[in-house]
């Protein structure tokens, strides 16, 4: 890709100024205000938690563009402070080796930040911004979390690969009866049961199961157990201690384990963040699944980030698919 563009502050304050509505709504303070290509600074994207800025470089610069980059942040938006993070293509093989370069844990400008409470839709998050690649809360997520609350009021709910758990706490707060939450590690668990305290929802260690989502999906599958919603938003690539997963190889023997544990007349919400899967291969590595459980399916929705704060280039469909699908 070349250069940053040279009048790169009159394009971050355009960016932040598309956002539109969600700059003034109280109830929302975290939002996407930078998604590449689409607001003209390819393969960089900028997070904003409250007064706090998350930038993303998914190419190279030199370590002049990084600093113009960042001084045009600081001018363009004011912020309290700026986070950096590094996500080159190989960074999922480097992240083990070199986190401090991918994600420092010191602010890049202004002030260091441990962790801060950012709203979506009334709900409080814990945001922990020198913690990783990942801060807390996936924000091309929010239209499909607004949906998820209005469904699930007296029903019971299985999140799968849960982070720190944000369905899990609309869920809790949309008035569903349970919210179990499964992933592999224990620690963004604890991270979510802190999330549900912070929405003064009451914590179950029940429901906040650390291993592995396939193993755990047989288990409650032997016992006979059945939920109204299944969340199935996996990472586009993930290693465990027994398996790998690649969801553009593996998900249609994913939405087969998750169809098991639908309960009838239940919704299975099948979510994919694999730019290089189209919507309609992935819908129909769905259908597969669902085929291989036995299970027949009624599409009732497709979700994907919100065209105000991810826009795309044109031609280009979103990163993030979601496939809801009603179970008979």
């Given at each position: 890709?070349g250069?940053?563009?040279p009048?790169l ?6 960016s932040?100024?598309?956002?539109g ?5 109280a ?6 205000v ?17 007064g706090l ?10 370590s ?11 001018a ?9 993070k590094r996500?080159p293509r190989?960074?999922?093989v ?7 370069a991918l994600a420092?844990e010191?602010?890049?400008r202004?002030e260091?930040?441990e962790?801060l409470?950012a709203?979506?839709?009334g709900?409080s998050?814990l ?5 990783g690649?990942s801060v807390g809360?996936?924000?091309d997520?929010?239209d ?6 209005d469904e699930?009021?007296g029903?019971t709910?299985?999140n799968l ?10 869920a809790t ?5 349970r919210?179990l ?8 668990l604890d ?9 003064g929802q ?18 409650l599958?032997k016992k006979?157990?059945a939920?109204?919603v299944v969340?199935?938003?996996p990472?586009s690539?993930s ?12 998900y249609a ?5 998750a169809?098991?544990?639908v309960?009838?007349?239940g919704?299975?919400?099948?979510c994919?963040n ?7 291969r ?5 259908a597969e699944?669902l085929a ?6 009624r599409?009732?929705?497709s979700?994907?980030?919100?065209p ?5 280039p044109?031609?280009q469909?979103?990163?993030?698919k ?7």
């Amino acid at each position: 890709m070349g250069a940053l563009p040279p009048s790169l502050v009159d394009v971050l304050r355009a960016s932040r100024e598309r956002r539109g509505a969600l700059l003034s709504d109280a109830r929302t303070t975290a939002f996407r205000v930078l998604n590449g290509e689409a607001d003209g600074v390819p393969e960089v994207t900028a997070d904003v938690f409250g007064g706090l800025y998350v930038i993303s470089l998914y190419r190279d610069l030199t370590s002049a563009e990084e600093e113009t980059l960042l001084d045009a942040a600081v001018a363009a938006w004011a912020p309290r402070s700026v986070y950096l993070k590094r996500r080159p293509r190989e960074a999922r093989v480097l992240a083990n080796v070199a986190k401090e370069a991918l994600a420092p844990e010191t602010a890049a400008r202004g002030e260091p930040v441990e962790s801060l409470t950012a709203l979506e839709n009334g709900l409080s998050f814990l945001i922990r911004p020198g913690q990783g690649l990942s801060v807390g809360l996936y924000l091309d997520m929010r239209d499909t979390r607004v949906w998820l609350k209005d469904e699930v009021r007296g029903r019971t709910v299985l999140n799968l690969f849960s982070y720190t758990c944000a369905f899990g706490v609309v869920a809790t707060g949309g008035g569903a009866t349970r919210a179990l939450n499964i992933d592999a590690s224990r620690r963004v668990l604890d991270w979510g049961e802190e999330n549900a305290r912070l929405n003064g929802q009451p914590v179950d260690r029940y429901d906040y199961v650390a291993g592995d989502v396939f193993d755990w999906l047989k288990r409650l599958a032997k016992k006979g157990e059945a939920f109204d919603v299944v969340v199935s938003d996996p990472p586009s690539f993930s290693t465990t201690r027994t398996a790998r997963f690649s969801a553009a190889r593996d998900y249609a023997k994913l939405a087969e384990a998750a169809a098991r544990v639908v309960a009838p007349g239940g919704r299975l919400v099948a979510c994919c963040n694999h730019a290089g899967l189209p919507m309609r291969r992935f819908e129909a590595m769905v259908a597969e699944g669902l085929a291989l459980a036995g299970r027949q399916g009624r599409a009732v929705r497709s979700l994907g980030p919100s065209p105000l704060d991810f826009p795309s280039p044109p031609g280009q469909e979103p990163a993030l698919k979601v496939h809801v699908v009603e179970l008979r």
